[in-house]
């Protein structure tokens, strides 16, 4: 793949405007609408929001496989400037895999249950660099060497049923890492996880970024997972992003409503044994419906401090800090922070 | 799998049983006297006595259908009324026609319909979909002999492409053998194309839905392979079962087919026999069907730990 190497300044991943729509029987969903961010190279961006803002499509547009149609992706993602929406189908291919990969929410249902493990690992190895069988199989097992898979040769050869989740999930990164793609994107990898599981996935991959040298874009709807492992944070909210900051800030001093309910709701481990039990605070409502076009800003009949301009017209992006962003008229600018 | 492999086999013994004494029983009470066909039109009673107590029909029941048990477990399935031949020999002599065309039925069918549904799965919706959904209704509803008819008027007789009937024997070479089966195999293929289309497309449809599916996507593994290998492998246990199922479409299909394109097999042998009402005949091929039909299914459950490794025996 003769991708533009990257240039001094410019991201590895843009994604600019980005509108994933599904046309339904009942009307368009706007599933992802205007979105835009980046990803520098070796960064770990974290995408965080409810089930239904739209995160998870955003993460499968990036590597256009949404159906089409009844999807449409419009807009630009560029990988090292090159426009994805712009790619053939094979040149698509090319770039699945090898310069972008993915893992998945599901480890017990994401890999194939009749084909082994070595060959799922293998089979990326063949197509995008050419390798034979017997060294796709010799690679397979180094990598699952490399995810921490004990007895790799003789796993190489079982098959998904044998393996448990967190193996299983350990197998997807060791699929996605195969190729050293440039960017791995990891759509809820610990959700489906034991406590003790995730934490040990997580450490896989902070390690195996640092030693392939991979950006990662983390979807997830776990504000833990996100202070564990990430440096930038978008948050999504009904299918547009409403806040951007560096890790630091966005927990330090979140500017959006829905960002602070969200750092509000999360719970603090032992804040009952302390005394200083504080009652864990819930964003009232659901996710609008993304059918209906909201004329103001699309969390205002969830925000606490809504008033009629905001149910009027929709806020824009603003810069309220260097390097952080957020979507609200109210959200205070820097130096006039409030507790 | 040694040892399931020999339980499956002991255990066709008490199917076989139950086929034996149905098959015989059925011939009990059917109307029609052998003896009095035999004897003709102008014999008396006393004749067709004769012959009866000389073909043992009048020994009870129970004696006759122990004495026939007991011939079949010595390898012995008894003497045609008609020919006196023995009805192994019979059977020897027509199993090859009968055989050829049950083999190239089923090779046109699987190699046609599995490629057809996995094309209508991914397609689904489009045309080309509902051109093999079409086929598949037209296909199960028109008659054998009527489709063998067509085939035989427009390839044979009209453009005179394939032989309108007969068989050759393999051993007279290759294409001539094929050249006569073709026509039948597509008149007695079209139903079982039918069926393991559909079943093919209606699995296709269900496996394209999975995560694994999305995971291959998102390798970059490409749509050939996606749906040959990611996505068939996993619709094979259902495909593979329905074929099964199928070979009795198969054997009841290809007595009609013998009929229409005059092949000197079984199904003509069958057809015969039960108009004569000679019945070890009847009884021997009957049996003999069972058998393959029961062995058919142990080499398709045996197929299933092939494609899918989480069924062990």
Do not use: C
């Given at each position: 793949m003769a991708l533009p190497g990257p240039q001094d300044g410019q991201p590895l991943l843009s994604v600019e405007n980005l509108q994933t729509h599904f046309r339904t029987p009942d009307g368009v969903n706007r599933a992802v609408d205007g979105v835009s961010f980046h990803v520098n190279a070796g960064e770990t961006l974290a995408i965080v929001g409810e089930s239904g803002c739209g995160k998870s499509v955003t993460a499968m547009s990036i590597l256009r496989l949404i159906p089409e149609p009844p999807g449409k992706i419009a807009g630009a993602i560029r990988l090292n400037g090159k426009n994805l929406l712009e790619c053939s189908d094979r040149e698509m291919r090319q770039i699945r895999g090898?310069?972008?990969?993915?893992?998945?929410?599901?480890?017990?249902?994401?890999?194939?249950?009749?084909?082994?493990?070595?060959?799922?690992?293998?089979e990326t190895l063949r197509l995008h660099q050419g390798m034979s069988a017997k060294q796709a199989e010799d690679r397979a097992v180094e990598m699952l060497n490399l995810v921490g898979i004990p007895e790799a040769k003789r796993r190489v050869r079982e098959y998904p049923h044998q393996l448990s989740g967190g193996m299983r999930q350990r197998v997807m990164i060791a699929i996605a890492l195969a190729c050293n793609p440039k960017l791995l994107i990891a759509d809820e990898p610990t959700t489906a996880l034991d406590v003790t599981i995730q934490a040990q996935i997580l450490e896989l991959m902070r390690d195996l970024k640092h030693r392939v040298g991979a950006a990662i874009v983390l979807i997830t709807h776990d504000l833990g997972v996100v202070a564990e492992v990430a440096e930038r944070v978008v948050v999504m909210y009904a299918g547009k992003k409403v806040e951007e900051a560096a890790i630091g800030p966005l927990f330090r001093s979140p500017r959006h409503p829905y960002t602070q309910g969200l750092l509000g709701s999360m719970p603090k481990l032992g804040s009952s044994l302390t005394g200083h039990e504080t009652r864990l605070a819930e964003i009232p409502g659901l996710v609008p419906s993304l059918k209906a076009k909201i004329p103001g800003c699309v969390f205002a009949s969830r925000c606490p401090h809504a008033t009629d301009l905001c149910r009027a017209v929709a806020p824009a992006l603003e810069e309220k800090a260097p390097g952080h962003v957020a979507a609200c008229h109210y959200a205070p600018r820097e130096g006039a922070m409030a507790a | 799998m040694f040892a399931y492999v020999v339980r499956?086999?002991?255990?066709?013994?008490?199917?076989?049983?139950?086929?034996?004494?149905?098959?015989?029983?059925?011939?009990?009470?059917?109307?029609?006297?052998?003896?009095?066909?035999?004897?003709?039109?102008?014999?008396?009673?006393?004749?067709?006595?004769?012959?009866?107590?000389?073909?043992?029909l009048d020994r009870p029941y129970l004696v006759r259908f122990g004495a026939w048990v007991w011939d079949i477990l010595r390898g012995d399935l008894g003497?045609?009324?008609?020919?006196?031949?023995?009805?192994?020999?019979?059977?020897?002599?027509?199993?090859?026609?009968?055989?050829?065309?049950?083999?190239?039925?089923?090779?046109?069918?699987?190699?046609?319909?599995v490629p057809?549904?996995?094309?209508?799965?991914?397609?689904?919706?489009?045309?080309?979909?509902?051109?093999?959904?079409?086929?598949?209704?037209?296909?199960?509803?028109?008659?054998?002999?009527?489709?063998?008819?067509?085939?035989?008027?427009?390839?044979?007789?009209?453009?005179?492409?394939?032989?309108?009937?007969?068989?050759?024997?393999?051993?007279?070479?290759?294409?001539?053998?094929l050249e006569n089966l073709i026509l039948p195999a597509i008149a007695l293929g079209t139903v079982y194309i039918a069926l393991i289309a559909r079943i093919t497309r209606a699995t296709m449809l269900e496996v394209l839905q999975q995560d694994y599916i999305r995971t291959a996507k998102a390798k970059g593994v490409g749509q050939r392979a996606i749906l040959?290998?990611?996505?068939?492998?996993?619709?094979?246990?259902?495909?593979?079962?329905?074929?099964?199922?199928?070979?009795?479409?198969?054997?009841?299909?290809a007595v009609v087919t013998e009929s229409v394109f005059a092949i000197p097999g079984l199904g003509r042998l069958t057809v015969d026999a039960i108009l004569r009402r000679d019945y070890p005949v009847i009884q021997g091929v009957v049996l003999l069907f069972s058998f393959v039909y029961v062995l058919v299914n142990l080499a398709i459950d045996l197929l299933y730990t092939l494609f899918d490794p989480r069924i062990r025996y």
């Open positions: 090898n310069d972008i990969s993915m893992i998945f929410q599901e480890p017990m249902t994401s890999l194939n249950p009749v084909l082994t493990v070595g060959r799922q690992i293998g | 499956r086999v002991l255990a066709t013994i008490p199917v076989m049983a139950v086929v034996a004494l149905f098959v015989f029983s059925l011939l009990y009470i059917a109307p029609g006297d052998p003896a009095a066909v035999i004897a003709g039109d102008q014999a008396t009673p006393a004749d067709v006595e004769r012959i009866r107590a000389s073909l043992g003497t045609s009324i008609f020919t006196n031949l023995p009805v192994s020999t019979m059977i020897a002599q027509r199993i090859e026609p009968t055989l050829s065309l049950m083999i190239v039925t089923l090779l046109l069918a699987v190699s046609v319909a057809m549904g996995v094309v209508a799965a991914w397609k689904q919706g489009t045309l080309v979909d509902r051109a093999v959904m079409a086929f598949a209704v037209l296909g199960f509803s028109v008659p054998v002999f009527v489709v063998g008819y067509l085939l035989a008027y427009f390839f044979a007789l009209e453009w005179d492409l394939l032989p309108v009937q007969g068989y050759t024997p393999f051993s007279r070479g290759f294409w001539p053998w040959f290998l990611h996505a068939l492998k996993n619709a094979a246990v259902p495909i593979v079962t329905v074929i099964g199922i199928g070979i009795a479409l198969l054997i009841g299909g």
